[in-house]
T-cell receptor
Framework: NAGVTQTPKFQVLKTGQSMTLQCAQD?????MYWYRQDPGMGLRLIYY???????DKGEVPNGYNVSRLNKREFSLRLESAAPSQTSVYFC?????????????FGPGTRLTVL | GENVEQHPSTLSVQEGDSAVIKCTYS??????FPWYKQELGKRPQLIID?????GEKKDQRIAVTLNKTAKHFSLHITETQPEDSAVYFC????????????FGSGTKLNVKP
């Protein structure tokens, strides 16, 4: 049982390049999330998916797109990377039910945009 | 959206002392309040949570208290140990959309041996 996995762990991009961050969970959770974590800023929600086939914006969606490929996978795409997107990106999943609301986080992707 | 404020931003205590971190929220109908711990270089992990139908919840050395009238909740760590050193985050999902998890800005706790 791997929980939540993310790839890659580290990435360096040049301004204007594109890339996709991958996330997968094996806990059969309905909800999945993408956060970014900047020093002193805590965790900020970029996008979330409450169920397969649906996605919605969070606090800071500009410059990002997401795809909920199936129940297991939720990807985050940067179409044209900017230095302001240098951050640590965490994916998370949750059953989000009345019984349990715990968010389980992946190990994170450290992204640097030069 | 939900506004969650967390204080203090840093907290330094001597081993064995108690630590208290406080969060305030804006949505009076919010009903779920978790606390996450993030050790250096690691992912955040849930350590304790509380729902609005109770005022306090304990789990060994950690406890969370909730004051719905004042719209704040606090994390209490007693008999602190060096392994408690980490960043702690609170969250308060708004009542209208549980999936919109808004986290506080974090408290860096340093427990000095």
């Amino acid at each position: 049982n791997a929980g939540v996995t993310q790839t890659p762990k580290f990435q360096v991009l040049k301004t204007g390049q594109s890339m996709t961050l991958q996330c997968a969970q094996d806990m059969n959770h309905n909800s999945m999330y993408w956060y970014r974590q900047d020093p002193g800023m805590g965790l900020r929600l970029i996008y979330y998916s409450a169920s397969e086939g649906t996605t919605d914006k969070g606090e800071v969606p500009n410059g990002y797109n997401v795809s909920r490929l199936n129940k297991r996978e939720f990807s985050l795409r940067l179409e044209s990377a900017a230095p302001s997107q240098t951050s640590v990106y965490f994916c998370a999943s949750s059953e989000a039910s009345a019984l349990t609301d715990t968010q389980y986080f992946g190990p994170g992707t450290r992204l640097t945009v030069l | 959206g939900e506004n969650v404020e967390q204080h203090p931003s840093t907290l330094s205590v001597q081993e064995g002392d108690s630590a208290v971190i406080k969060c305030t929220y804006s949505d009076s109908a919010s009903n779920y309040f978790p606390w996450y711990k993030q050790e250096l270089g690691k992912r955040p992990q849930l350590i304790i949570d509380i729902r609005s139908n109770v005022g306090e919840k304990k789990d060994q050395r950690i406890a969370v208290t909730l004051n719905k009238t004042a719209k704040h909740f606090s994390l209490h760590i007693t008999e602190t140990q060096p392994e408690d050193s980490a960043v702690y985050f609170c969250a308060a999902p708004p009542s209208y959309n549980f999936n919109k998890f808004y986290f506080g800005s974090g408290t860096k706790l340093n427990v000095k041996p």
